[in-house]
């Protein structure tokens, strides 16, 4: 599967930003989809991710509350909606996908888009 992340951009603190995970090739519907993001020299974090199925989701503890993932498969997207935006937010994001069952590591996950970049500043 090929995925695609696109709707990074320079945004103020407390600004909103929707991500999007476009995927083609393999049917995306059996595969759960992470977000993950990577600031200047730090080491790539989990964000956030949702089953194959879309009934399930995790997130990490510093954007619970503010970040929703979602996905319509009949789209093949995932969407990640970002609200109140901080400047330590600011990262590049990827969307990653494996088989069964999502996972809040990075290794656990086959499959990677490019990256987005997300620039939270005054």
């Known amino acids: 599967v090929q995925l695609q992340a696109s709707g990074g951009g320079l945004v103020q603190p407390g600004d909103s930003l929707r991500l999007s995970c476009a995927a083609s090739g393999r049917t995306f519907s059996f595969y759960a989809v992470g977000w993950f993001r990577q600031a200047p020299g730090k080491e790539r974090e989990f964000v956030a991710a949702?089953?194959?199925?879309?009934?399930?989701?995790n997130y990490s503890d510093s954007v619970k509350g503010r970040f929703t993932i979602s996905r319509d498969n009949a789209k093949n997207t995932v969407y990640l909606q970002m609200n109140s935006l901080k400047p330590e937010d600011t990262a590049v994001y990827y969307c990653?996908?494996?088989?069964?069952?999502?996972?809040?590591?990075?290794?656990?996950?086959?499959?990677w888009g490019q990256g987005t970049l997300v620039t939270v500043s005054s």
């Open positions: 990653a996908a494996r088989r069964g069952q999502y996972g809040s590591t990075w290794p656990e996950y086959d499959y």
């Open positions: 949702v089953s194959w199925g879309g009934g399930r989701t």
